[in-house]
């Protein structure tokens, strides 16, 4: 499929979760709203996965630059580091561990549920 057309259907989903979350109140950010949407739309097969899979394939080979503005933006404000950086490395060390945990107990849980 066109490259131009896959990125369409990206973009579509990407506005209707951003119209839903202006006219709908949600706690919920757009993208996300669009990005639940986009999976619902694949998992219910209406989107085949053919017609999206070149460029989402793209953007995940190239996920790493996709970061490179939010560590621009980190330097920006450096200066709220000074004095909370223990806090922050415990902070950052107690939610990895967290979502270590999480993923494998998940995991563990799945594969029961298939057994």
């Given at each position: 499929?066109?490259?131009?057309?896959?990125?369409?259907?990206?973009?579509?989903?990407?506005?209707?979760?951003?119209?839903?979350?202006?006219?709908?109140?949600?706690?919920?950010?757009?993208?996300?709203?669009?990005?639940?949407?986009?999976?619902?739309?694949?998992?219910?097969?209406?989107?085949?996965?053919?017609?999206?899979?070149?460029?989402?394939?793209?953007?995940?080979?190239?996920?790493?630059?996709?970061?490179?503005?939010?560590?621009?933006?980190?330097?920006?404000?450096?200066h709220?580091?000074?004095?909370?950086?223990?806090?922050?490395?415990?902070?950052?060390?107690?939610?990895?561990?967290i979502?270590?945990?999480?993923?494998?107990?998940?995991?563990?849980l799945?594969?029961?549920?298939?057994?």
């Open positions: 499929m066109n490259i131009f057309k896959q990125l369409w259907i990206l973009t579509l989903f990407y506005i209707l979760g951003e119209s839903l979350v202006r006219f709908i109140p949600s706690p919920l950010p757009g993208n996300v709203v669009g990005f639940l949407l986009m999976f619902m739309a694949l998992k219910f097969n209406l989107v085949p996965e053919e017609k999206i899979s070149t460029v989402s394939n793209f953007f995940l080979k190239n996920l790493a630059i996709l970061f490179i503005p939010g560590g621009v933006g980190l330097i920006t404000v450096i709220l580091f000074n004095g909370n950086i223990l806090k922050i490395i415990l902070i950052l060390l107690i939610s990895t561990t979502t270590l945990l999480s993923t494998a107990f998940t995991i563990l799945i594969e029961r549920i298939k057994k």
